[in-house]
């Protein structure tokens, strides 16, 4: 199961499209990239169906951002060799990082958007920008849940990227991938993998050619990620399972 099969998206999605509302449907119509619905000068929401409308647009986020993780990993596979005179290692090394990068900082977002969707659902009424981890878990009404234990296994989860993503977005910094290229190559795969690349290599590693030693090594970046993917969606799921019966209960408040 993903997070876009959960009962919670699912239930959530087919909720707000029950709504009488004409422009609804066309809202939605826009996908993972949807705007908060314009309901025109002089209307006001209810606080239920604003709360309602919230709670599917954070939960649609975190959709939205495995597809993204997906998408990434399927780019950094791909080949980006332009003009034949164009060194070929530096490109790759170049697009290896840059991906990487991209992945690091959509990769951390998930804590922060599982902290919206679960400050909604709540109902604790922290401002968007207040919605930290800390006025989220900390709420007596989190304290002593699951959602508060699956919580704290996200947010250790994500932490393994905080440093990386800081030093990029606040610092200019790269991010390297952490790989170490050589180190990964295995006589057996080396000369598999650059037969199957029409490469000619001698007896030793430092013969290899840089082109070859970061294809290998994208391979190995790229079940890393996979693995980090699989690990953080579980996670994920889970929030959802133990969100659902506080969905559960505001909804028939609610309705």
Not at 32 to 42: L, N, S, V
Not at 46 to 63: F, G, H, M
Not at 114 to 142: H, M
Request: charged share 25%; hydrophobic share 35%; proline share 4%.
């Amino acid at each position: 199961m993903t997070v876009k099969q959960h009962q919670l998206f699912i239930e959530l999605l087919e909720n707000i499209k029950s709504w009488p509302m004409p422009d609804i449907l066309l809202r939605l119509a826009h996908g993972p990239y949807e705007i908060p619905i314009d309901y025109g000068a002089g209307v006001e929401p209810s606080p239920e169906r604003q709360r309602e409308y919230n709670s599917y647009y954070w939960c649609n986020r975190l959709v939205t951002i495995f597809g993204r993780l997906a998408w990434i990993r399927s780019m950094t596979s791909r080949s980006v060799y332009g003009r034949r005179n164009e060194d070929r290692s530096v490109l790759l090394e170049e697009w290896i990082v840059y991906n990487y990068e991209h992945y690091t900082v959509v990769y951390q977002t998930i804590l922060e958007v599982a902290l919206l969707l679960t400050n909604e659902i709540f109902g604790l009424g922290n401002p968007y920008r207040k919605c930290s981890y800390s006025t989220v878990c900390d709420n007596t009404r989190i304290k002593g849940t699951s959602v508060h234990r699956i919580l704290g296994k996200l947010k250790d989860t994500t932490d393994k990227h905080r440093g990386r993503k800081n030093l990029l977005v606040h610092r200019g910094e790269r991010i390297r991938p952490p790989l170490d290229t050589v180190d990964l190559i295995d006589s057996t795969e080396v000369i598999d993998m650059a037969s199957k690349l029409g490469i000619e290599i001698g007896g030793e590693r430092e013969e290899l050619p840089v082109e070859f030693l970061l294809i290998h090594s994208r391979k190995e970046l790229i079940e890393i990620m996979e693995k980090e993917c699989t690990e953080i969606e579980s996670q994920v799921e889970a929030l959802f399972s133990a969100l659902l019966p506080y969905y559960h209960k505001f909804y028939s408040t609610s309705s």
